[in-house]
């Protein structure tokens, strides 16, 4: 089993940064890509980044290139998303989840474990 902690979420501004984070725990011997989706109301839910555990590549949606950044803390286990001019398009419940191939996909059914969630919000 592993547990995902997503945190880090909250309300926010129009340009304003966030940091979310997740802590991975439990069996992540067979982790090899963590990745972040987003879900926004009435919508599906999205690819937002991913990154390796091992060398740390990393590969993003269109929407976020340039203003998000994914990185990775070995030691803690735990998996970041700098999100900078941030937008109210950006509203959402932000879930990482871990990928035990070594293949950076985009496509949720790849990830077998998820977190709960944090929201985001984002305000004009």
């Known amino acids: 089993q592993v547990q995902l902690v997503e945190s880090g979420g909250g309300l926010v501004h129009t340009g304003d940064s966030l940091r979310l984070a997740c802590a991975a725990s439990g069996r992540t011997l067979s982790t090899a890509v963590m990745g972040w989706f987003r879900q926004a109301p009435g919508k599906e839910r999205e690819f937002v980044a991913a990154?390796?555990?091992?060398?740390?590549?990393?590969y993003y949606a269109d929407s976020v290139k340039g203003r998000f950044t994914i990185s990775r803390d070995n030691a803690k286990n735990t998996v970041y998303l700098q999100m900078n001019n941030l937008s109210p398009e950006d509203t959402a419940v932000y879930y990482c989840?871990?990928?035990?191939?070594?293949?950076?996909?985009?496509?949720?059914?790849?990830?077998?474990?998820w977190g709960q969630g944090t929201q985001v919000t984002v305000s004009s």
């Open positions: 990154i390796k555990w091992s060398g740390g590549s990393t």
């Open positions: 989840a871990k990928d035990p191939s070594p293949i950076l996909h985009k496509s949720s059914s790849w990830y077998d474990y």
